[in-house]
T-cell receptor
């Protein structure tokens, strides 16, 4: 089944403790992206990647890092999480920069205390 | 600057009634436009998309949307709502390397 898999689904962590949210897609998509969803703000793009080793900032990149060492994987790294990064995170992939639409993962609910 | 506006934060309809969710966009040229649905606790699913050509677009689950350039709108419609349609709906404008999401409209369906 074609899908985007995120892990974990739920995570509670403490301020400053580094964490990684994994994202993997099995559709050979070149384009991948991370979003955060907050009430009243819709989804905002954090980072995106157009291909292996090619990443760029979205609208809200502060406090996040990404890497794209393999085509299928696009992990989101929070080096020093803070409470304002408490949010619902989505990974998505597309074959063509989103013009054909994205396939989204099921989301990761992150709480930073 | 390009943007997408969904004027209605929350809409309540009775099951079996018709539905229209509003979306207005701001973009200089003919845009690509999508509607996505997010069911409770789920990821986002593509309902339909507009690229060019026919201004009335058919999607999944009985939804359709009409692109109106004169009104800068791309409203989502369904003739008869089912209880399972209760969800959050997002209008999306893909531009360059980014996807611009509206803030979403939450739909409640009353039995």
């Amino acid at each position: 089944e074609a899908q985007v898999t995120q892990n974990p689904r739920y995570l509670i962590t403490v301020t400053g403790k580094k964490l990684t949210v994994t994202c993997s897609q099995n559709m050979n998509h070149e384009y991948m992206s991370w979003y955060r969803q907050d009430p009243g703000l819709g989804l905002r793009q954090i980072y995106y990647s157009m291909n292996v080793e090619v990443t760029d900032k979205g609208d809200v990149p502060e406090g996040y890092k990404v890497s794209r060492k393999e085509k299928r994987n696009f992990p989101l790294i929070l080096e020093s999480p803070s409470p304002n990064q408490t949010s619902l995170y989505f990974c998505a992939s597309s074959p063509d920069r989103g013009r054909a639409g994205y396939t989204f993962g099921s989301g990761t609910r992150l709480t930073v205390v | 600057a390009q943007s997408v506006t969904q004027p209605d934060i929350h809409i309540t309809v009775s099951e079996g009634a018709s539905l229209e969710l509003r979306c207005n966009y701001s973009y200089g040229a003919t845009p690509y436009l999508f509607w996505y649905v997010q069911s409770p606790g789920q990821g986002l699913q593509l309902l339909l998309k507009y690229f060019s050509g026919d201004t009335l677009v058919q999607g999944i689950k009985g939804f359709e949307a009409e692109f109106k350039r004169s009104q800068s709108s791309f409203n989502l419609r369904k003739p008869s709502v089912h209880w399972s349609d209760a969800a959050e709906y997002f209008c999306v404008l893909p531009q360059g390397n980014q996807f611009y999401f509206g803030t979403g409209t939450s739909l409640t369906v009353i039995p």
